[in-house]
T-cell receptor, first 112, second 110 residues
C-alpha cells in the first residue's frame, strides 16, 4: 500500500539559511499534518491543512510557513534557521479530518 | 494541554501483558495510539472516538472512558516486536490537532 512520502530524508543547513521540506500524502487523503520531534521527545504538532486550506495551527514559529497545493502535497518552508530547529520533521496524512493519521518516514534536519 | 501517560517505562517478558494509560484534563473528541521505534515514524495502532467508534489493528485493544477523559491500551501476549515507545494523542475541540503525551517506553525481553 502507498505510504506518505517525504523529501528530502536528510538535510543539513547552516544557521540563518532556509529549508523546504516536502510531503506527498497517501492517495485520496485530503488532510496533511506537520510535526516536529526533538531527540527523546514526543511529536509536537505544527500545522495542518484540509482541502488545501490551513485548518489548525500549533506551536509553529513565525519563521516557518506551510501550504498545501492543488495536488494535496504540502511544503514546510523554514527560514532563518536556528540550532534549535534541528529535529525530525514528520508529515502525516489522513482521509478527511478527525481520522487516524499515517506518518511519513520523516526528514531529519540538522542545523550547524 | 498534554495528556498524562503512565507508566513512563515498562519491561515485559515475552508473553506477558501490559496496560498503558492516558488521561486528559480536557473533554476529548478522540484518542489516538501510536507506537514508535527509535529513529522511525510513529505507526498508527488505534483510534477511539467519542460515541464509541473505534478502529485499529486486530491484535490491539483499547478503551475510552469519555466521562473521565481516560484511555487505556491493552497489550496481551507481548512479542519482541512490541518494543518501542507508545504515544497516546488526544484531540479536543478542533478536529485535527493531536497533542501527544510524553510516551511510554516498553521493552519486551526474551
Amino acid at each position: 500500500a502507498a505510504g506518505v512520502i517525504q523529501s528530502p530524508r536528510h538535510l543539513i543547513k547552516e544557521k540563518r539559511e532556509t529549508a523546504t521540506l516536502k510531503c506527498y500524502p497517501i492517495p485520496r487523503h485530503d488532510t496533511v499534518y506537520w510535526y516536529q520531534q526533538g531527540p527523546g521527545q514526543d511529536p509536537q504538532f505544527l500545522i495542518s491543512f484540509y482541502e488545501k486550506m490551513q485548518s489548525d495551527k500549533g506551536s509553529i514559529p513565525d519563521r516557518f510557513s506551510a501550504q498545501q497545493f492543488s495536488d494535496y502535497h504540502s511544503e514546510l518552508n523554514m527560514s532563518s534557521l536556528e540550532l534549535g530547529d534541528s529535529a525530525l520533521y514528520f508529515c502525516a496524512s489522513s482521509f478527511s479530518r478527525g481520522h487516524e493519521q499515517y506518518f511519513g518516514p520523516g526528514t531529519r534536519l540538522t542545523v550547524t | 494541554q498534554q495528556p498524562v501517560q503512565s507508566p513512563q517505562a515498562v519491561i515485559l517478558r515475552e508473553g506477558e501483558d501490559a496496560v498503558i494509560n492516558c488521561s486528559s484534563s480536557k473533554a476529548l473528541y478522540s484518542v489516538h495510539w501510536y507506537r514508535q521505534k527509535h529513529g522511525e515514524a510513529p505507526v498508527f495502532l488505534m483510534i477511539l472516538l467519542k460515541g464509541g467508534e473505534q478502529k485499529g489493528h486486530e491484535k490491539i485493544s483499547a478503551s475510552f472512558n469519555e466521562k473521565k477523559q481516560q484511555s487505556s491500551l491493552y497489550l496481551t501476549a507481548s512479542q519482541l516486536s512490541y518494543s518501542g515507545t507508545y504515544f497516546c494523542g488526544t484531540v479536543s475541540g478542533g478536529y485535527q490537532k493531536v497533542t501527544f503525551g510524553i510516551g511510554t517506553k516498553l521493552q519486551v525481553i526474551p
